[in-house]
């Protein structure tokens, strides 16, 4: 079974900085994409990045320039370096994983999330 597990977020004042990490088990992380999407407190589910089989990223406008996706095959492990930190950055952040086509196609399995909370 895929498992997905988020770590790294916590409180963090504007302008800051955090590192998100999912772990991940149950199927071959090196053949699938990756994403993260998040939820905003009130709001419906946004997509954040992805980062293909091939290491190519991709990210939506609202974080392009600020967040940063990648991974490290050997370890199982996507991450989401987030820097310039904006309170509308406030959300529950989930890792995601394609299984059946690309990224875009949509994300089969999901983890718990991780929740980021930006203020000062």
């Known amino acids: 079974e895929a498992q997905l597990v988020e770590s790294g977020g916590g409180l963090v004042q504007p302008g800051g900085s955090l590192r998100l990490s999912c772990a991940a088990s149950?199927?071959?992380?090196?053949?699938?994409?990756m994403s993260w999407v998040r939820q905003a407190p009130g709001k419906g589910p946004e997509w954040v990045s992805a980062?293909?089989?091939?290491?190519?990223?991709y990210s939506a406008d609202s974080v392009k320039g600020r967040f940063t996706i990648s991974r490290d095959n050997a370890k199982n492990t996507l991450y989401l370096q987030m820097n310039s930190l904006k309170p509308e950055d406030t959300a529950v952040y989930y890792c995601?994983?394609?299984?059946?086509?690309?990224?875009?196609?949509?994300?089969?399995?999901w983890g718990k999330g991780t929740l980021v909370t930006v203020s000062s």
């Open positions: 980062i293909n089989t091939g290491g190519g990223t």
């Open positions: 995601a994983t394609t299984l059946i086509g690309r990224w875009y196609d949509g994300m089969d399995y």
């Open positions: 149950g199927f071959t992380f090196g053949t699938n994409d």
